[in-house]
């Protein structure tokens, strides 16, 4: 089972807005008219409970969503890219993939099928010309270039949900156990690490019906990694309730079951915390009969439930499923209600949660607000300013057009931003830096 993938996905550029002027004849130099560019496309994701692996992930690893088109004349509207949906299996995490400097950050969890999550937006379109006529400038000659796409690299894990997570050492006939209980098939051998992957499996019993995943056998060291631990591990974290099965003919099942739980504890305490039910398994086996006593009275002290079974003849399985049914019961009960993901990360820096009509959307902060902050710093000899309005707009000027330079300066006025220049000591012949613009200061 692929569980895991890093891809690289791209969201749509805005289409850039658009110069352009009507001819009429009694309207002198005619008026401005140039329409808005389209959005760009998001990348969307959707979770689908028919799907069981990210598969599909080793061979497509970079997804792009289509650019939004410019604008035109006669006001019209660019249309905007085509969304990209990708589909996902339910039980997926995606996170964003560390870097140097930033550490992974989880941006959704998807628990049911059909939850949708827009995690990289499109670009906005450029606002055409018709947006900056003012009572001084009648015939704008500015644009707006579309807003550039978001680029993210981002892990995907994926961890399967299940009621019941069967644990327990190599061969302590957990797979024969999920078969007796459910119409699942996992492989099943008189050897230890016979599963090498988590097996699902639906247990139906009193007209209820809950799902058991079979976690193949931990060793010792598997919080580590070792006996591939950790790609074991994680689909406990989230279970509902442990079963732990336990080979009563073997070397000392009492030690098996605590050289488990220190696995398990190891790798994270808060999972051998969950409502733990013990099957006793292979009681059909002569001889056991006084280890299944002594294990009773140990277990009964620490207050640990167990039951007696043999997933070969089918002893105790029915008071195994009434047992379970019942710490399911109590346990929906007592769950704290689940945190969403704005509750997870309200006061991020990074990202604004926004949840409509059941979508989850990822929003970058708004980071170039007009006149708010000091948008002007000093880098090698040069002024440089860090304005995303003013460099789309600057993206549109015809470096030919003594006019349309002429209305970009007060355009850059009217923002605050020759001001703050001006505040910084910016002099006659210094080099001011606006995105790929450079030109030489005058006063």
Not at 328 to 351: C, F, W, Y
Request: hydrophobic share 35%; proline share 4%.
């Amino acid at each position: 089972m692929i569980d895991q993938a890093e891809i690289k996905i791209t969201s749509g550029t805005g289409g850039d807005g658009c110069i352009s002027g009507r001819r009429e004849k009694y309207v002198p130099k005619g008026g401005p008219d140039g329409g808005d560019g389209g959005n760009g496309g998001s990348i969307i994701f959707k979770s689908d409970e028919n799907l069981n692996t990210l598969r599909h992930f080793q061979y497509i690893k970079v997804f792009s969503a289509e650019n939004g088109k410019s604008g035109g004349p006669g006001l019209k509207h660019g249309s905007d890219g085509k969304d990209l949906e990708i589909t996902i299996p339910v039980g997926t995490i995606i996170s964003t993939v560390p870097g140097k400097e930033s550490k992974k950050s989880v941006l959704a969890e998807f628990t049911s099928h059909n939850q949708v999550a827009v995690i990289c937006n499109g670009g906005k379109g450029g606002r055409g010309n018709t947006k900056f006529v003012n009572s001084v400038i009648q015939f704008p000659l500015l644009a707006e270039s579309g807003e550039a796409g978001s680029e993210l690299s981002l892990f995907l894990e994926l961890r399967l949900l299940a009621d019941v997570g069967i644990i327990g050492s190599p061969n302590a006939g957990k797979s024969s156990l999920l078969r007796f209980l459910s119409n699942a098939n996992p492989k099943i051998a008189d050897y230890p690490f016979t599963t090498l992957e988590p097996v699902l499996g639906v247990v139906e019993h009193l007209g209820q019906a809950f799902v058991m995943v079979d976690i193949p056998g931990l060793i010792e060291g598997a919080h580590k990694g070792v006996g591939l631990g950790h790609e074991f591990l994680r689909h406990i974290e989230r279970t509902r309730v442990l079963l732990h099965v336990v080979d009563v003919s073997g070397a000392n099942p009492s030690e098996d079951i605590e050289n488990v739980k220190r696995e398990i504890k190891l790798f994270d305490k808060q999972i051998i915390e969950k409502p733990t039910l013990v099957a006793l398994n292979k009681v059909d086996i002569d001889g056991t009969e006084k280890v299944i006593k002594q294990l009773d009275n140990e277990l009964s002290s620490k207050n640990i439930q167990a039951v007696s079974i043999s997933a070969i003849s089918g002893e105790g399985i029915n008071i195994l499923r009434d047992k379970l049914i019942e710490i399911l019961h109590i346990e929906a009960q007592q769950k704290s209600p689940k945190r969403t993901l704005a509750d997870r990360l309200a006061g991020s820096n990074a990202v604004n949660i926004q949840e409509d009509k059941g979508i989850t959307v990822i929003k970058p902060q708004a980071v170039d607000k007009h006149n708010k902050g000091n948008r002007v710093a000093i880098k090698n000899g040069q002024y440089v300013i860090n304005s995303s309005t003013a460099i789309r707009i600057a993206n549109m000027v015809n470096p030919d057009s003594w006019e349309a330079k002429t209305q970009f300066y007060g355009y850059l006025k009217k923002m605050g931003l020759i001001a703050q220049l001006e505040e910084k000591g910016i002099g006659p012949g210094d080099t001011v830096k606006l995105g790929d613009l450079e030109w030489e200061w005058h006063s």
